[in-house]
């Protein structure tokens, strides 16, 4: 193996690394997925989390220090894509991946965009004003995906970004008490106005209960409509974005067992039943039944 060859495997290997520590539904999802597209799956979550942990992990530093660190991220990625390789593992995994699966390099400038807000932008007011920001942060991770997963059809496109807003929108729910350590809050001012529910009491009371019911709708009628692009999927890319999609809708149900308490807890999905989602996911592909969140 050339040395050049061997630094990309070092790459894959640390994105692999990055998914399975800190993306764990992720993680399991891919598992379903050929070997030899895992890799790829990998190498765009990494650098995701590369850009999360310059908002996240750097939180006190000062907006300036971090917006200069995205910039740098976003020249060096822009760089690498322009070469082709890269000293650092995580691009030169991500550019391999790009140029094997020709993603539009644009996505990543809208993901970057959307992480450049969270130095800045703490409340939403809006639906529309957090979807223009689950645009890039969500939504764009679906479209990044499709090249990997190979449609039949590219229709597939909206089914992929409805799924990256139903993830997005459970993390929101679920992450309530973190965000607001980190101050922010992902729920639209509309909505809380509209049930005279606030965060910020972190107390458990009906009108929370109402916003979380209204939410975890909205939530369910993204995991429909994503649904309808899992059949548009070849066998061997849906068993995987079938199993994300039921893992990842299962959050919602264990916030609802939870009794809406997303403040003293957080909503994971016990070990046992995420094994049996799995079986039944293989099992489906078996008998041609789905699997439902």
């Not at 750097?58 to 995205?70: G, K």
């Amino acid at each position: 193996m050339n040395a050049a060859r061997e630094q990309l495997e070092v790459g894959y290997r640390r994105c692999r690394e990055l998914a399975r520590r800190h993306g764990v539904t992720y993680y399991w999802s891919t598992q379903l997925l050929p070997r030899d597209r895992r890799r790829h799956v990998y190498a765009l979550y990494a650098f995701c989390r590369l850009a999360d942990d310059v908002v996240d992990d750097l939180s006190d530093a000062p907006t300036r220090v971090r917006a200069n660190a995205l910039a740098c991220l976003g020249d060096d990625l822009a760089a690498t894509l322009a070469v082709g390789r890269s000293d650092h593992p995580v691009l030169a995994a991500l550019a391999d991946t790009v140029q094997r699966f020709d993603i539009p390099v644009e996505c990543f400038s809208r993901f970057l965009r959307s992480m450049e807000m969270d130095l800045t932008v703490t409340t939403y007011e809006t639906w529309g004003d957090l979807c223009g920001y689950m645009d890039g942060s969500a939504a764009v991770i679906g479209e990044m995906m499709l090249p990997i997963l190979e449609p039949r059809d590219s229709s597939a496109r909206e089914p992929a970004r409805d799924l990256g807003l139903a993830f997005q929108l459970t993390n929101f729910l679920r992450d309530v008490g973190e965000d607001l350590d980190r101050g922010r809050v992902y729920l639209p001012r509309e909505d809380l106005d509209r049930f005279g529910a606030d965060p910020r009491r972190r107390t458990v009371d009906d009108e929370w209960r109402e916003l979380m019911r209204f939410e975890i709708g909205r939530a369910r009628e993204l995991y429909a409509s994503a649904r309808h692009g899992i059949e548009l999927l070849p066998a061997s890319s849906a068993r995987c974005v079938r199993a994300a999609h039921a893992l990842y809708g299962r959050i919602l149900t264990v916030i609802e067992r939870q009794d809406y308490d997303v403040f003293s807890r957080r909503a994971t999905l016990p070990f046992p039943e995420k094994l049996t989602v799995m079986g039944a996911i293989v099992l489906s592909g078996l008998t041609g039944r789905g699997v439902r969140p």
